[in-house]
């Protein structure tokens, strides 16, 4: 997949997600909904990726390694944004997004033109985590007629 076609998958599942998330209410958004879990806390956790690939993936094209991530570390991102407001939670969201897409436009076409870590790294935590999160959400909404 090119840079392009990951462009457009990377539009795509973004548009989807954002659907899954479209008219949540204030309380819906922070109701349990996996284990203890809340869709702001998916949110959140969405975000966040978005931002922490980039940072890892800037190094790796480099040559260097990525950044290790602990669940330690995912588990006090998700804490530390249950602070913010849905407001700020969506707008940090958009942020994360905007960072990623940015991001991606720069990278070479060489880690686009076969199967790299970058591409591999790139894919996981932006669109395939729209999708898995989102998959989540749509699911919680169905059953809580949401």
Not at 30 to 56: F, K, N, Q, Y
Not at 87 to 93: C, E, I, P
């Amino acid at each position: 997949m090119d840079r392009a076609k990951f462009l457009i998958q990377l539009d795509k599942e973004w548009n989807a997600f954002k659907e899954a998330i479209a008219g949540l209410s204030d309380a819906d958004i922070t109701r349990p909904m996996v284990g203890e879990w809340s869709s702001h806390d998916l949110i959140g956790h969405v975000a966040t990726w978005d931002s922490e690939c980039v940072e890892s993936a800037k190094l790796m094209v480099k040559g260097r390694r990525g950044i290790k991530y602990t669940d330690t570390y995912n588990d006090e991102q998700v804490v530390a944004k249950r602070k913010l407001s849905t407001k700020a939670l969506l707008k940090d969201l958009e942020d994360s997004h905007k960072k990623a897409e940015s991001f991606i436009k720069t990278v070479p076409e060489n880690f686009f033109a076969r199967e790299t870590a970058v591409r591999r790294l790139l894919r996981g935590e932006t669109y395939r985590h729209y999708i898995e999160h989102g998959d989540s959400i749509r699911e919680w909404r169905k059953k809580r007629k949401v």
